[in-house]
């Protein structure tokens, strides 16, 4: 296993990107530019840029190991279904769902062909399936993929383990999206337990499920209890990703929605200032992301003056807006206005 591998594994893409390009270099003058050994070094270089958040170079990257996998093993090869997803994955990232979509579909048919309808990899090739589709809106497509891959988790690794806890996080996005925020809660309690048993409290891996829970939370109306999953999400994400990473930025607005529901207008206002300044440098005004949070800050700056966000009590700005921030960053539908 390089260098690059084992940085990936251990969660750090700094140095997991930083190796892997020193490594490129080596490989490309060693086996040349489209052998297979090469081919693992660029795929660990685009997987590393999409988990730093640049999902352009990552899509660059994985379009170039495809195109080596593909050449050297054939399109039905289980390392090109791996290739595909990895690259349907990014296309996501980058907003372009449909694409995803048709990449997975063609992975999952791989994985059947090769490993049956009941195998792992099946398993992971839905998880990412029905995570499109929810970006697409359809739901009930979404849960019934999640249900089809828990099933094969817990058969295959148990109630316990990190690959369920998954599964249990995006069935608990899907519960929440169909209104029922007690079941979104107790599943991702349960996957917050399972990850805290296989890993610890300040692992990467609790982050997305304590920014779900603080969701959860908000939802039900437990705002104290919204803000302190979400400020531990916080807390850790800025660690293990950095301070401007998009992950980030989305805890950021989450927390800012969650501070507004507290009536602390100040820091629902610096929270999501926060947030779009590294919206605006990641993806450019024209993003979803960027347009919702800067509607929020200017509905803030309509309904109250800035001293008012000082010390001045005031009523809280629109709530449609920061329903809307809070349901579109952490995976739910928008509202309309």
């Known amino acids: 296993m390089n260098l690059g591998a084992v940085f990936i594994h251990l969660r750090d893409f700094k140095k997991a990107r930083d190796f892997s390009l020193r490594a490129l270099d080596i490989f490309e003058k060693h086996f040349g530019k489209d052998h297979p050994e090469t081919g693992k070094i660029i795929t660990n270089i685009g997987n590393a840029y999409r988990e730093l958040g640049d999902y352009a ?4 990257f994985l379009l170039r190991a495809l195109n080596i996998v593909e050449k050297h093993f054939g399109k039905d090869h289980p390392n090109t279904a791996m290739t595909l997803m990895n690259l349907g994955n990014v296309y996501g990232d980058l907003g372009d769902n449909e694409k995803k979509i048709d990449l997975l579909l063609r992975s999952l048919e791989i994985d059947v062909k090769h490993f049956g309808k009941d195998n792992p990899k099946t398993g992971i090739t839905l998880i990412n399936l029905s995570n499109a589709y929810g970006d697409l809106g359809d739901y009930a497509k979404a849960r019934d993929l999640l249900l089809r891959a828990l099933e094969i988790a817990e058969k295959h690794f148990g109630k316990e383990h990190p690959q369920t806890a998954e599964i249990l996080d995006s069935l608990g996005t899907v519960y929440g999206v169909f209104g029922d925020y007690k079941k979104q809660r107790d599943l991702l309690l349960r996957a917050l337990d399972i990850k805290e048993k296989n890993f610890d409290k300040d692992h990467p891996q609790t ?27 916080l807390k850790i994400n800025e660690e293990y990703l950095g301070k401007d990473h998009p992950q980030t930025a989305i805890i950021l607005s989450s927390l800012g929605a969650i501070y507004a529901d507290l009536k602390d207008l100040k820091k629902s206002y610096e929270y999501q200032k926060r947030a779009y300044d590294i919206f605006l440098k990641s993806y450019g005004p024209g993003h979803q992301h960027t347009k919702l949070s800067y509607q929020y800050l200017q509905d803030i700056n309509h309904s109250n003056n800035l001293n008012s966000l000082f010390g001045v009590q005031s009523n809280n700005p629109n709530p449609t807006y920061m329903q809307n921030l809070l349901n579109l960053l952490m995976g739910l539908p928008r509202n309309n206005p």
């Open 207 to 233: 982050i997305i499920t304590l920014g779900k829970l603080g969701t959860a939370y908000g939802a039900l109306r437990d705002y104290a209890k919204a803000r302190d999953y979400l400020l531990r999400a």
């Open 57 to 60: 170079k990552g899509r660059d």
